[in-house]
């Protein structure tokens, strides 16, 4: 199965939003309510943001939202920090036989 | 302390066989998924495989069925990744992560620290 396809890059200054798509097929993103987003700071492990589309885990900051329309899935960061920089990764469940997928990445810059 | 420890950075030669482990506590370890995610030298997250501990119920990404080898030993809250043969390409950072979503296999709550596997002759 092919990655679910996210820009390479995003930036924004602090205090702006962003948003960075996260694109699949109707096998995968537009099939299912089961997008999840990872956080991933250089030479860490990913951390949970978001998942089934929107929800967040507990700890995780009411600036992280994420929503789905069709075959995309979105992650949107409101009030940005210098901490945000990072790079995040979508994931989607993908039907019994394939189970999961992840995007590509997106490496997020706060000028 | 809830958590996943994984075993140690592994340097070894294609053709060679690997086990690498993740051992989970301060949880049921049986009533959660553990899955494998691999990630290449400045390279992207890849979502390998999937297994529940309580009764082995195991599930392969098509890229990674019949490359690897995915287990776990309930008594010991121990879930493993091994290869038979060893390929250069199999240099990665892999990770352990638990899954509490028996229908959502893209859900990691919790994620080991990794271990890095180097593979040259």
């Known amino acids: 199965q092919s990655a679910l396809t996210q820009p390479a890059s995003v930036s924004g200054s602090p205090g702006q939003s962003i948003t960075i798509s996260c694109t699949g097929t109707s096998s995968d993103v537009g099939s299912y309510n089961l997008v999840s987003w990872y956080q991933q700071h250089p030479g860490k492990a990913p951390k949970l943001m978001i998942y089934?589309?929107?929800k967040r885990p507990s700890g995780v900051s009411n600036r992280f939202s994420g929503s789905k329309s069709g075959n995309t899935a979105s992650l949107t960061i409101s009030g940005l920090q210098a901490e945000d920089e990072a790079d995040y990764y979508c994931?989607?469940?993908?039907?019994?036989?394939?189970?999961?997928?992840f995007g590509g990445g997106t490496k997020l810059t706060v000028l | 302390e809830v958590q996943l420890v994984q075993s140690g950075a592994e340097v070894k030669k294609p053709g060679e066989s690997l086990k690498i482990s993740c051992k989970g506590s301060?949880?049921?370890?049986?009533?959660?998924?553990i899955g494998w995610v691999r990630q290449m030298p400045g390279k992207g997250l890849e979502w390998m495989g999937i297994?529940?501990?309580?009764?082995?119920?195991?599930r392969y990404s098509p890229s990674f069925q019949g490359q690897v080898t995915i287990s776990a030993d309930k008594s010991i809250s121990t879930a493993y990744l091994q290869w038979s043969s060893l390929k250069a390409s199999d240099t990665a950072m892999y990770y352990c992560?638990?899954?509490?979503?028996?229908?959502?296999?893209?859900?990691?709550?919790?994620w080991g620290r990794g271990t890095l596997v180097t593979v040259s002759s």
């Open positions: 994931c989607s469940y993908a039907g019994s036989s394939t189970s999961g997928v």
């Open positions: 301060g949880y049921s370890f049986t009533s959660y998924w």
């Open positions: 992560a638990r899954n509490p979503s028996y229908y959502d296999s893209s859900r990691f709550d919790l």
């Open positions: 297994i529940y501990p309580g009764d082995s119920d195991t």
């Open positions: 089934e589309v929107s």
